[in-house]
Structure formats: structure tokens, C-alpha cells
């Protein structure tokens, strides 16, 4: 089955919450969650939800647990907290909550930041996979890894996603 043809497989115009996880970017300053609004948007998507909340694990469990639970959400996108500085830990808490993991969403994603940025691209722990019926997807926090996540990978199967997390 080609790409063209997964759309078709899921709803096309799906809730999604953006959740940036950061301990110094405002409202005003967060340059990928506005990105990723815009870019979800575009697609044909509404946002339903806008969040910034300090990379304390606990802090971040609580609110996508919040999230997760919300029926008025198809999917979630995390950005930040991503890295391995002691403070970055999304990838402990989101995949601790999937119940399915998307492993060539991590290997895609790293596999294309390398063409961009070099073996630095390792060091990234982008996630994504299932929970609770919703697609959640986790990615670095600059505007660049978001761009690039969601342009060649996410918003091109998040319908097709979508719809399978439903049928759980």
C-alpha cells in the first residue's frame, strides 16, 4: 500500500494537543509549538490544546495523563525533552505510557536528521506509538526537528494512525 492511499484509512480532520515540554520557553517564545500548530492546521487539523510544562518528569506524566484521558483528542505531540542532558526526560515518560510503540518513527526520524545534521542525530530520542486509543508522538523541541517531523513523517500517516489507535 503506498502512501497515497493511507489517508483514506482514518479520519481526516483529527483533535490534536501540542504539549511543549521546556523549562525556560513562554507562551510568547515557543517558536515549535507555534509550528507545529500552524503546520497541523494546515494539514487540516485543529488544535485543541496548547501546553508548556517544565521537563520534570512528573509534571510532564501528570499532564499527559490528563491529555491521554481527554475524548476530545485524537492525538499528542510532545516537543522537547527529547535529548540526554540530565534534564530530559519525555522519553522515560512517554514511553512508559505507550501501550504500542512506532519504533521506525524514532529510526525514520534519526535516519533523516542525519542527511541534516550528522551523527549528532543519535542523540536524539524521538518516540512515538499508542495509548489509550490516541497517537502520541514525541520530538526534539527546536522548530527544525519539528518541521521535519511532521512534514515527512507524521502528518502523512497521522490519519492512518489515528484510525488504528481508535480501533484499540
Known amino acids: 500500500m503506498g502512501p497515497s492511499q493511507h489517508p483514506h484509512l482514518g479520519p481526516s480532520r483529527l483533535r490534536l494537543a501540542i504539549i511543549t515540554v521546556s523549562d525556560t520557553r513562554t507562551a510568547e517564545t515557543d517558536a515549535s509549538g507555534s509550528l507545529a500548530r500552524r503546520m497541523a492546521e494546515e494539514a487540516g487539523h485543529r488544535v485543541v490544546g496548547t501546553h508548556i510544562v517544565r521537563d520534570e518528569p512528573a509534571a510532564v506524566r501528570a499532564l499527559l495523563q490528563v491529555t491521554l484521558e481527554d475524548r476530545e483528542i485524537d492525538a499528542i505531540l510532545l516537543t522537547g525533552g527529547t535529548g540526554i542532558s540530565p534534564r530530559d526526560g519525555t522519553f522515560e515518560v512517554v514511553t512508559g505510557l505507550l501501550e504500542k510503540t512506532l519504533p521506525g518513527f524514532g ?43 511532521l512534514s515527512k513523517l507524521i502528518l502523512p500517516e497521522l490519519s492512518h494512525a489515528a484510525g488504528e489507535a481508535r480501533k484499540r
Open 107 to 149: 529510526e525514520l526520524f534519526r535516519a533523516l536528521s542525519y542527511q541534516e545534521m550528522g551523527s549528532a542525530a543519535m542523540l536524539s530520542r524521538a518516540v512515538g506509538g499508542l495509548a489509550r486509543g490516541k497517537v502520541v508522538f514525541s520530538v526534539p523541541g527546536s522548530p527544525a526537528a519539528v518541521e521535519l517531523a
